[in-house]
Nanobody, 121 residues
Framework: QVQLVESGGGLVQPGGSLRLSCAVS????????MGWYRQAPGKQRVLVAG???????EYTHSVEGRFTISRDNAKNTMYLQMNSLKPEDTAAYYCNGRHLGRGWYEPLASWGPGTQVTVSS
């Protein structure tokens, strides 16, 4: 069973930046796609950004131009660079993957502990 551990969250002022990391217990080069999700209090967990093993990326509209997803297959780690953070980005952030032919809401692993991002002055 793949295990996921997120890190890098924290408290940041509006306009600030954070870089999240997702450590994966197995080789991510074999995983078709990886994604970052977030869950705000009282809301459902939603996909924020995704990246395939070929490097194709997709972003939810609200973060386009501000967030950048990347993966380092050699380190079995995925990243989310978040710039120009806004209070509405406040949420717990999670990572997961999916197999070819499965959707983003059919994750291949159990959810990790997540990492909290709080954007506030």
């Amino acid at each position: 069973q793949v295990q996921l551990v997120e890190s890098g969250g924290g408290l940041v002022q509006p306009g600030g930046s954070l870089r999240l990391s997702c450590a994966v217990s197995e080789s991510i080069s074999s995983i078709y796609a990886m994604g970052w999700y977030r869950q705000a209090p009282g809301k459902q967990r939603v996909l924020v950004a995704g990246i395939t093993r070929d490097g194709l990326t997709e972003y939810t509209h609200s973060v386009e131009g501000r967030f950048t997803i990347s993966r380092d297959n050699a380190k079995n780690t995925m990243y989310l660079q978040m710039n120009s953070l806004k209070p509405e980005d406040t949420a717990a952030y999670y990572c997961n993957g999916r197999h070819l032919g499965r959707g983003w809401y059919e994750p291949l692993a159990s959810w990790g502990p997540g990492t909290q991002v709080t954007v506030s002055s």
